[in-house]
């Protein structure tokens, strides 16, 4: 009795490879977009931490001094140095003269816009040099963006 082998095709035919490369195009255009809009998103995280972080540092030092907010002139140093109860900043005094503070390392960078990168308070929207919007009367403090800068989702980075 004679028995025949069967013999396996060598390799993949034109329809299975066709097939492979559209399911990899269609893999590629879901991820893709979605892999470009992770640097936006990580810069909108950005900002919401760090607005986070300066506001609880202003009202930190609020609550340590009997309600008044750090002055616009001195927010930094009164938020990165020790201070006194009258709010005056020194960050090699004595602990027992300067015992509040100090509520942050640094000053975080604005993360998003124009002015990206700067760390500087204003008072005024929309000025150039300074990252970070701050009323001293109220504690109110919000990004020094464009009125026209949006994230991702159309949110003005304003209203965060």
């Known amino acids: 009795m004679h028995t025949r082998k069967r013999q396996h095709p060598a390799g993949f035919s034109l329809i ?3 097939i492979v490369v559209v399911i990899i195009g269609i893999i ?12 936006s998103g ?10 986070s972080v300066l506001r609880n540092a ?3 030092y609020a609550a340590e001094h ?4 750090p002055s616009l002139a001195n ?8 201070t006194n109860a009258a709010g005056v900043a020194m960050d090699d005094g004595d602990l027992a003269d300067f015992p509040f503070g100090p509520y ?20 005024d929207p929309g000025s150039a040099g300074a990252g970070w919007v701050y009323d001293e009367d109220t504690g109110t403090l919000y ?18």
């Open 28 to 39: 590629g255009a879901i991820a893709i977009p979605r892999m470009s809009r992770g640097a």
């Open 58 to 60: 202003i009202d930190l």
């Open 75 to 82: 927010i930094e140093e009164q938020l990165t140095d020790r």
């Open 16 to 18: 299975e490879l066709v």
């Open 104 to 123: 942050l390392r640094t000053v975080p960078p604005l993360p998003v816009g124009a002015n990206q990168g700067e760390n500087g308070f204003t008072d």
């Open 42 to 51: 990580a810069a909108d995280s950005a900002l919401t931490a760090n607005l």
């Open 143 to 160: 990004a020094n963006t464009l009125g026209s800068e949006r994230d991702s989702s159309n949110k003005l980075y304003r209203d965060y």
């Open 66 to 69: 009997n309600g008044t907010f």
